[in-house]
């Protein structure tokens, strides 16, 4: 198989026949129940070293918080541990068939988002470590989570293996639909809350839709007014951004005053300069907000640690305001096991992979490359704050609602897969039949129990003193 029909630009001189007769070829080297191995020896490298070597490069006053968020639970470490997961996945078998990865594809990653039309979708939200790619990775990352949430949860062995066949079985099963249409029509599917609604609203109870419509309201509350009123106060007749150390910590309350000016004007000229990285239109309604306020924030799990800018602009009066966060964008994960891609910067290479699988993305979206007040240049990528975000909370999931949404996960990763990869040929090889889907099952369960192994070495390390953890 040539390294053009691996990446996707290939395609068009391979008739949908000569594509199928690739996937089925596939299996003969890698067979699909060779999916469910994962026996990891002895040479594998120490998690809490990849751990450290990321945490190197971070902010280290909150390198603690990171640690003290992944050493909470298995699935809290899960989801800060893509690095530890990409390597262990560089060893498993592959079939040479490539797509847009989103790199940490794990159950809480897929949510409730607005289109610019503002129609609510379903969709992946994190595009931090994407990059072209094996499609398996990204299918074990979101099974090995399910299992991961679920034993939390308390469910049974039998539970867990039905939750993971649902998810890849849709997951198959999606590939194969979108196998059999034309290439304009796997770019314009989108799964908004009605289609969602008609799709899986009959497997869930009516307790499940009653909090599947809950949630539905409860992320169009999610917006920029919500966040403008929760996140700002007035203070001396101005809007400012609310301090609540150390997690949104207002510049003049970082620095001292001259260092201050100087990151100050280093955020606005990012601001303004990521603007050329937009559409014309939408660079031209940017144009129209001035910056009022700007704040460090700590974010999620895995990207603590990571520099992160919450920008305060207002637009027509002060009661007219549109937050963005400007996000650090360092090296995918995946980076070390597949090559780091074609881009020039960080920050162009998560906008560029977030557009590719994203049904629709944020007007707002951009990159741009600064030079921070320490000398070193860094890049950055640039959205909204907040716009209409809904994300499942896993602990309130039973096996039937956990079941039914990681079907919905399946269906949206495999037609974001569809968009870049070699849809024809992925679903040849996984075929008609259950196997990919029971290897799943098997893999999933065994890479639960490498991530308590490793959670626990966290924890180990953290009782030691050898790393310092922070509640926050």
């Known amino acids: 198989?040539?390294?053009?029909?691996?990446?996707?630009?290939?395609?068009?001189?391979?008739?949908?026949?000569?594509?199928?007769?690739?996937?089925?070829?596939?299996?003969?080297?890698?067979?699909?129940?060779?999916?469910?191995?994962?026996?990891?020896?002895?040479?594998?490298?120490?998690?809490?070293?990849?751990?450290?070597?990321?945490?190197?490069?971070?902010?280290?006053?909150?390198?603690?918080?990171?640690?003290?968020?992944?050493?909470?639970?298995?699935?809290?470490?899960?989801?800060?541990?893509?690095?530890?997961?990409?390597?262990?996945?560089?060893?498993?078998?592959r079939t040479g068939l490539r797509a847009q990865l989103c790199g940490d594809a794990h159950m809480l990653n897929f949510r409730l988002l607005a289109s610019p039309e503002r129609r609510l979708m379903f969709d992946i939200n994190d595009f931090d470590e994407t990059l072209p790619g094996p499609w398996e990775w990204d299918v074990k990352r979101l099974?090995?989570?399910?299992?991961?949430?679920?034993?939390?949860?308390?469910?049974?062995?039998?539970e867990r293996a039905e939750i993971v066949r649902a998810t890849v079985r849709s997951y198959r099963e999606s590939v194969r639909a979108f196998a059999g249409i034309g290439n304009l029509a796997v770019w314009y599917a989108q799964f908004d809350v009605a289609w969602v609604r008609g799709r899986f609203g009959a497997d869930l109870s009516a307790?499940?839709?009653?909090?599947?419509?809950?949630?539905?309201?409860?992320?169009?509350?999610?917006?920029?007014?919500?966040?403008?009123?929760?996140?700002?106060?007035?203070?001396?007749?101005?809007?400012?951004?609310?301090?609540?150390?150390?997690?949104?910590?207002?510049?003049?309350?970082?620095?001292?005053?001259?260092?201050r000016g100087r990151l100050e004007q280093q955020i606005s000229r990012l601001i303004e300069r990521y603007g050329r990285t937009l559409q014309s239109d939408r660079r031209f309604l940017l144009e129209q907000y001035r910056v009022a306020d700007m704040a460090r924030k700590v974010v999620g799990v895995g990207s603590v640690g990571t520099r992160c800018w919450i920008v305060l602009l207002l637009g027509r009066d002060d009661e007219d305001p549109l937050f963005l966060q400007a996000k650090e964008a360092d090296e995918s994960v995946l980076a070390p096991h597949v090559g780091g891609g074609t881009y020039s910067t960080q920050g162009e290479r998560v906008v560029s992979g977030q557009r590719l699988m994203q049904a629709t993305s944020d007007i707002f979206l951009g990159w741009e490359q600064v030079e921070g007040i320490d000398g070193q240049?860094?890049?950055?990528?640039?959205?909204?704050?907040?716009?209409?975000?809904?994300?499942?909370?896993?602990?309130?999931?039973?096996?039937?609602?956990?079941?039914?949404?990681?079907?919905?996960?399946?269906?949206?990763?495999?037609?974001?897969?569809?968009?870049?990869?070699?849809?024809?040929?992925?679903?040849?090889?996984?075929?008609?039949?259950?196997?990919?889907?029971?290897?799943?099952?098997?893999?999933?369960?065994r890479y639960?129990?490498?991530?308590?192994?490793?959670?626990q070495a966290l924890v180990d390390a953290i009782s030691a003193g050898r790393l310092s953890a922070a509640n926050a």
């Open 207 to 259: 307790r499940g839709r009653e909090r599947w419509a809950q949630a539905v309201a409860k992320a169009r509350s999610h917006d920029t007014v919500q966040v403008f009123d929760k996140l700002t106060h007035v203070v001396a007749g101005e809007r400012r951004i609310i301090p609540d150390p150390p997690l949104i910590t207002p510049l003049e309350d970082l620095l001292p005053d001259e260092r």
């Open 143 to 158: 099974a090995a989570s399910l299992v991961i949430a679920s034993r939390s949860n308390g469910f049974s062995t039998k």
């Open 448 to 455: 639960a129990d490498q991530n308590e192994r490793d959670h």
């Open 1 to 93: 198989m040539t390294e053009n029909h691996r990446n996707g630009r290939g395609l068009r001189r391979h008739t949908p026949q000569e594509r199928a007769a690739l996937g089925k070829a596939a299996r003969a080297s890698v067979p699909r129940s060779s999916h469910a191995e994962f026996s990891p020896g002895p040479q594998r490298t120490d998690p809490l070293e990849i751990i450290e070597k990321q945490s190197a490069t971070r902010l280290s006053e909150l390198v603690p918080i990171r640690y003290g968020r992944m050493s909470e639970s298995p699935f809290r470490f899960y989801r800060g541990a893509a690095a530890i997961m990409a390597s262990d996945l560089a060893d498993t078998p």
């Open 377 to 445: 240049r860094r890049d950055f990528y640039v959205r909204q704050l907040r716009d209409w975000k809904g994300v499942a909370v896993a602990e309130d999931m039973v096996p039937r609602g956990m079941r039914t949404f990681g079907a919905l996960c399946g269906a949206t990763l495999a037609r974001a897969h569809a968009r870049s990869g070699d849809r024809i040929a992925i679903a040849a090889y996984m075929g008609g039949g259950d196997s990919f889907d029971r290897a799943l099952v098997t893999f999933a369960e």
